[in-house]
T-cell receptor
Framework: DTEVTQTPKHLVMGMTNKKSLKCEQH?????MYWYKQKAKKPPELMFV???????INESVPSRFSPECPNSSLLNLHLHALQPEDSALYLC????????????FGQGTRLTVV | GESVGLHLPTLSVQEGDNSIINCAYS??????FIWYKQESGKGPQFIID?????DKRQGQRVTVLLNKTVKHLSLQIAATQPGDSAVYFC???????????FGAGTILRVKS
């Protein structure tokens, strides 16, 4: 199984809503990532989890709150987002400390209204 | 051809021709590089990788070249097919196994 599964595929939320994005992998990877991708731009790193601990936060606003409940799951909790936060949110995973490729999910297309 | 400015560079090739996509990376300490392909509405898909102790690596129809002196990567696709049409990103690993940063991307359009 070389899949990273993200749910939901699409999400529309209001600026006062609270929602969560979910990501799951069963490859035994111990590094998991959240990326944000705007149209016609490269993915931008948001967070890195290593062995279920947050190891990198790329100065992401606190309205984005990551969580890694176990080695297979990664969540991104969203609260009080702005319309400019509308983007494709990508989850990825990789083996830790072995310089191997990161496997990406299909992303969640988020629209904030 | 190519477009510049606010748009991604675009490479248009005829089906069957070879394609060369270029990328400049930023960190001379990066030791691992990956090429990804991203089709519309999908996540990035791994194509090929290379470590900094190599200058060339070949896969099926693809070759990656690494020039550390000028911090440059290239992806060569042989006999380009319509299914190769996508956006191609290079990515560099800026901290050992932990921080993958993407380059700007290039749109590849294959004309039949």
């Amino acid at each position: 199984d070389t899949e990273v599964t993200q749910t939901p595929k699409h999400l529309v939320m209001g600026m006062t809503n609270k929602k969560s994005l979910k990501c799951e992998q069963h490859m035994g990877h111990r590094a998991m990532y959240w990326y944000k991708q705007k149209a016609k731009k490269p993915p931008e790193l948001m967070f890195v989890y290593s062995y279920e601990k947050l190891s990198i936060n790329e100065s992401v606003p606190s309205r984005f709150s990551p969580e890694c409940p176990n080695s297979s799951l990664l969540n991104l909790h969203l609260h009080a987002l702005q319309p400019e936060d509308s983007a494709l949110y990508l989850c990825a995973s990789s083996q830790e400390y072995s310089n191997t490729e990161a496997f990406f999910g299909q992303g969640t297309r988020l629209t904030v209204v | 051809g190519e477009s510049v400015g606010l748009h991604l560079p675009t490479l248009s090739v005829q089906e069957g021709d070879n394609s060369i996509i270029n990328c400049a990376y930023s960190n001379s300490a990066s030791d691992y590089f990956i090429w990804y392909k991203q089709e519309s509405g999908k996540g990035p898909q791994f194509i090929i990788d290379i470590r900094s102790n190599m200058d060339k690596r070949q896969g099926q129809r693809v070759t990656v070249l690494l020039n550390k002196t000028v911090k440059h990567l290239s992806l060569q696709i042989a006999a380009t097919q319509p299914g190769d049409s996508a956006v191609y990103f290079c990515a560099e690993d800026m901290e050992y196994g932990n921080k993958l940063v993407f380059g700007a991307g290039t749109i590849l359009r294959v004309k039949s």
